[in-house]
Nanobody, 117 residues
Framework: QVQLVESGGGLVQPGGSLRLSCAASGSIYRRYDMGWYRQAPGKQRELVAGIDSGGSTNYADFVKGRFTISRDNAKNTVYLQMNSLKPEDTAAYYC???????????WGQGTQVTVSS
């Protein structure tokens, strides 16, 4: 019922920046906790950053000081601003939403980020 669509990935040089977007269809983001996860080939999917319905954020240690998560509830969109990108940031990035009312989680299909010189 709820669909999440990520965009903004691509190829970037080390030290560069990208902004990822996650757009939700037919949902109310203010009633959802949202997060960004990433998964590299052969590795476990891991939390990158989260933002709850009240706007509080949390970050994985490996992105603190480099990445910023934000949300625009009017647009039903969550963002991940990524600065000072490193080759080890290369992964598929996924958006996750959790309904506070239903206790259900939804995943997007992912957007690829490749950091290479």
């Amino acid at each position: 019922q709820v669909q999440l669509v990520e965009s903004g990935g691509g190829l970037v040089q080390p030290g560069g920046s990208l902004r990822l977007s996650c757009a939700a269809s037919g949902s109310i983001y203010r009633r959802y906790d949202m997060g960004w996860y990433r998964q590299a080939p052969g590795k476990q999917r891991e939390l990158v950053a989260g933002i709850d319905s009240g706007g509080s954020t949390n970050y994985a240690d490996f992105v603190k000081g480099r990445f910023t998560i934000s949300r625009d509830n009017a647009k039903n969109t969550v963002y991940l601003q990524m600065n000072s990108l490193k080759p080890e940031d290369t992964a598929a990035y996924y958006c996750k939403g959790r309904s506070l009312a239903l206790g259900l989680s939804y995943w997007g299909q992912g957007t690829q980020v490749t950091v290479s010189s």
